[in-house]
Nanobody, 126 residues
Framework: QLQLVESGGGLVQPGGSLRLSCAAS????????IGWFRQAPGNEREGVAC????????NYADSVKGRFTISRDNAKSTVYLQIDSLEPGDTGVYYC???????????????????WGQGTQVTVSS
């Protein structure tokens, strides 16, 4: 059974950091591009970062460049999202997604992914 499980969310003060994890099971992560998305209440799901299957290329939404870093460890079947300098606008549920045919130039679009995790809540508040 193919599964993605996010973890690492929580309540953090502005300026703080979090590292989110996306653990895959039931399939070989090496063949999949991974994207991280977030969704705030009342908003559409927004792509924030993505990484190719071998980790050779990454892409970020303009709103998070310089603060978010995506990485992966295929040996551990895990993808990470390091979030620094957190802002209240970063609040939302963060999801990871896996895509076997993701076009890199479109990799922040949710339409490029087949499998999704259940999400982890990130709340940035003082």
């Amino acid at each position: 059974q193919l599964q993605l499980v996010e973890s690492g969310g929580g309540l953090v003060q502005p300026g703080g950091s979090l590292r989110l994890s996306c653990a895959a099971s039931g399939f070989t992560l090496d063949y999949y591009a991974i994207g991280w998305f977030r969704q705030a209440p009342g908003n559409e799901r927004e792509g924030v970062a993505c990484i190719t299957n071998n980790g050779g290329s990454t892409n970020y939404a303009d709103s998070v460049k310089g603060r978010f870093t995506i990485s992966r460890d295929n040996a551990k079947s895990t993808v990470y999202l390091q979030i620094d300098s957190l802002e209240p606008g970063d609040t939302g549920v963060y999801y990871c997604a896996a895509g076997s045919r993701t076009l890199f130039r479109l990799c922040v679009s949710p339409l490029e992914y087949e499998y999704w995790g259940q999400g982890t809540q990130v709340t940035v508040s003082s």
